[in-house]
Every structure is written in structure tokens, then in C-alpha cells.
């Protein structure tokens, strides 16, 4: 996928508007068709029947009528792509579009080009004989750094060339967020090619430091300053003590989402380059197993038992989410598909690299690692990501075994326990 920064006009930008309004006005639509399905009933209409009853809701319905017939039928087009990639997505189920939230529409390009097989021969109709034409957007470049592309509706809208050559794509989805239009054109980017060098990296994500590599290299996913924090929460203590539906409170929320959008567009820009360099340097990544999902669960427990240090661990939870370890593994394995590993995560951060033994007392603070056993001295998390790239970190827990017929009684704490966070400041922001 592309995507590049849009800047339509005024008018256009009213137009383009109007055609998100329309396309989640029938994706809710097609949601609400298929939320009425329970087992026994017959299934929701699929995208063919969905396109039939679309023409039939333009003709009773005036407002429909006068938005873009292409748009509408490109959500139902989205909408059974989503349905059928509901259990491989990671999205689940297709849900309700939120005006202000998910602005956005999709347009299938009016060019017709004629479409040729993988090796290189023109495709031709199995029946006729003749060339096939598939669909194209229409885009020109104005110059170096910007070009132009055909909206239904709006004629030519502006877009800012990020890159060297135009994409070719059938389709492009235009999305309006955080007061930002953008365009995503619809190609799948060919996987950046191994190196052959054989070099092996292991990856150590934390808190304190975004990624230690294994070859010493220490990388960090760039946050807001504390600057910006004081301004979110100057906004945040105005707006909230504005009174109930004013402007202030409005706009004092604005730009609290607006410094929050930078943080999110920072971290992206830092797992994308990344996750580019590993890719080009690396034969094979290895990122230790994580369920981050798991791992940043609120502790806050029921009514009746609540959990402990819930603060703390929403502060905890903010800052894993913060580093974007999830994203900077997914871009990896989708730029070097077949080339990143996933390292049982337990003890690789306890594990000494240099002869293999398992202590808690080796890891000295969250910093330093000394080896108890062989005096290998080493910085913590370096010597986590040689686990990791060695692949070696889970073994059996130390199991605390009861003789014959005894009850285990748990005494103490175990000595491959990793020093807990009572020195370790967690950034309350
Ligand atoms: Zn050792």
C-alpha cells in the first residue's frame, strides 16, 4: 500500500465528505442485514443481492440517489471482503462505522487497461479470444513533488508524491482523520529481498530501551516530550473543567487528539523505518514471543475483588502500547515474510549468554547483567537479545517437587524470578 497526504480544495473536500456519509450510511446498512442472522435463520444477502437492493433503496431514496453510485457499491464491495476475512483479518467481524471516527470511502478507478499474465503474455477471454481489460485509476503528475487524481464528483484532487513514480492501482481508499485527508492506493509492495549475508539479529523489546539488537545496536521509539504531556494536560484539566457543550471544552479536546495523533504518527514512522532496515540488512529476524494482548490486560479486577496497583499498571500498560512492539513485528513480517522467528519468551532476559545458566540474582538492576556463574558482564538488554537471537530462552520452569505422598508447599521465591519493578520508575503519563 501507498499512501500519501491529500489536500483537496474547499468544495472538494464537501464532496468527498458527503461520500463517506453515503458509503458508512450502507456499510451500517449491510451490518444491520447481517447482525439479524441468529443459527437457524437463513444467512444475509451476499454482494451481488446487496448491489440489486442498492439500486432499488436509489430510486426510493432521494439523498442516495444524489450521492456516487461507484462509492456506495465499493462499501458493499468492502463490506463482503471484510466479512470474508473475518476470522484471518484480526478485525473479527465487521461493526458499525462512526461519523467524525471512520471517515472514509473507496473508489475503483474509471481507466481501462488491458491485463497481462504473470509471465508476461496478454490475458484473453477463455470464450472471445479477445484481450481482457482490467480496471485503473486515473493520476498524473504535476511535478516532482505532487500529482494529481480523479474523484468521482470532484475532478482532479491534489496529493503530495512522497515518492519517485506513481502507483498503479485498481482501486484507492480516501480516509479523513485527525483533520487529515489521506490516499491509499491498493498495491501490495513486493517483499524486500534477503540480504545473503546469513546474519542472524535477536530483538529484545522493552519499556526502557524500544528494541536492544543483538549486535549492540540500542533503538528507540521517539515519544511525545514532556513538553507536549504538560500541554495534554493543561488541555485536558480545561477542557474538563469547561462547562457541559461549549466551545472551549470542544476545542480544548481537539487539541488534546491532536498532540495524541502526533504521538501515534511518530511511533508509526519510527516502526516503519525500522522495520525497513532490519528487513534489508537481516537474513532472519528473531523477535521474542509476546501476547501483548495479555500482557497490557487492565488490573482492575470486579467490585468485589479489586486488583492491586491498577494505576500503576495502566501506567505500565500506556507505555508497553507506546512502543509499538506489536506493529515494529508485524511490519517486520510483512516486509521479510518467511525470514522472523517468534523466541519463547520466559528467562531470556535472565539466561546468561556466555554459558547458559538461569539466575535471577545475574540480573543486578534493570541495566546490568553479571553473570553469577561465569562473571560474563554484559548490559541487560543486549544480553536478552543474544538469547533471543541464539533462540534460546524458555526451558521448564523449576518445578518445586513434593516427595512421596507430600503437598507442595510454595516457599519463597523462586531464584529464576526476575527483579520486580519496585526501582524501576514507571512513567506515570
Ligand atoms: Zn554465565
Not at 498524473?140 to 464528483?153: D, H, S, T, Y
Not at 520466559?346 to 553473570?371: D, H, M
Amino acid at each position: 500500500m501507498s499512501r500519501f497526504c491529500m489536500y483537496p480544495t474547499g468544495g472538494q473536500a464537501g464532496v468527498m465528505l458527503e461520500h463517506c456519509a453515503h458509503a458508512r450510511y450502507v456499510w451500517n446498512l449491510a451490518v444491520e442485514q447481517h447482525a439479524h442472522w441468529r443459527p437457524g435463520r437463513k444467512s444475509g444477502p451476499g454482494f451481488a443481492e446487496q448491489c440489486r437492493q442498492l439500486t432499488e433503496a436509489r430510486r426510493d431514496n432521494a439523498w442516495l440517489a444524489a450521492g456516487n453510485a461507484d462509492v456506495q457499491q465499493q462499501a458493499l464491495k468492502d463490506f463482503a471482503k471484510a466479512k470474508t476475512a473475518r476470522f484471518v483479518s484480526g478485525f473479527g467481524e465487521p461493526t458499525w462505522r462512526k461519523k467524525y471516527r471512520h471517515e472514509g470511502f473507496r473508489v475503483i478507478g474509471t481507466d481501462r487497461v488491458p491485463e497481462f499474465r504473470p509471465d508476461g503474455s496478454p490475458k484473453l477471454n477463455a470464450k472471445t479470444g479477445r484481450q481482457v481489460h482490467g480496471r485503473s485509476v486515473v493520476v498524473r503528475k504535476l511535478n516532482r513533488r505532487w500529482a494529481q487524481v480523479k474523484v468521482p464528483g470532484c475532478g482532479w484532487v491534489r496529493f503530495r508524491l512522497c515518492r519517485a513514480e506513481l502507483p498503479a492501482a485498481k482501486t484507492f481508499r480516501v480516509t479523513f482523520r485527525n483533520n487529515q485527508w489521506h490516499i491509499a492506493f491498493a498495491v501490495i509492495p513486493d517483499a524486500i529481498e534477503a540480504p545473503g549475508t546469513g546474519k542472524v539479529i535477536g530483538i529484545d523489546r522493552g519499556v526502557k530501551i524500544t528494541a536492544a539488537l543483538s549486535d549492540g545496536r540500542k533503538l528507540n521509539c521517539p515519544q511525545l516530550t514532556t513538553k507536549e504531556w504538560a500541554q495534554i494536560r493543561k488541555h485536558q484539566r480545561r477542557a474538563a473543567r469547561a462547562p457541559k457543550g461549549s466551545d472551549r471544552k470542544r476545542a480544548g479536546y481537539a487539541k488534546v487528539a491532536k498532540l495524541k495523533a502526533r504521538e501515534a504518527d511518530r511511533r508509526k514512522d519510527w516502526c516503519e523505518k525500522t522495520s525497513t532496515i532490519l528487513a534489508r540488512t537481516c537474513d532472519l529476524v528473531r523477535f521474542e514471543k509476546l501476547n501483548i494482548k495479555n500482557m497490557t490486560a487492565s488490573a482492575k479486577g470486579t467490585v468485589e475483588q479489586p486488583g492491586k496497583q491498577v494505576r500503576q499498571k495502566a501506567g505500565l500498560n500506556r507505555a508497553v502500547l507506546a512502543h509499538g512492539w506489536g506493529l515494529l513485528r508485524r511490519r517486520t513480517e510483512e516486509k521479510a515474510p518467511g525470514r522472523v522467528e517468534a523466541v519463547p519468551a520466559p528467562y531470556t532476559s535472565l539466561r546468561c549468554s556466555a554459558c547458559g545458566w538461569i539466575e535471577k540474582n545475574s540480573r543486578k538492576s534493570q541495566a546490568e547483567f553479571v553473570c553469577v556463574s561465569c562473571g560474563f558482564t554484559c548490559n541487560a538488554d543486549e544480553n536478552a537479545s543474544c538469547n533471543v537471537a541464539a533462540g534460546q530462552g524458555g526451558i521448564p520452569r523449576p518445578r518445586r517437587t513434593a516427595g512421596a505422598g507430600g503437598v507442595t508447599v510454595a516457599t519463597g521465591r523462586s531464584s529464576a524470578r526476575e527483579p520486580q519493578s519496585t526501582g524501576i520508575g514507571i512513567p506515570l503519563a
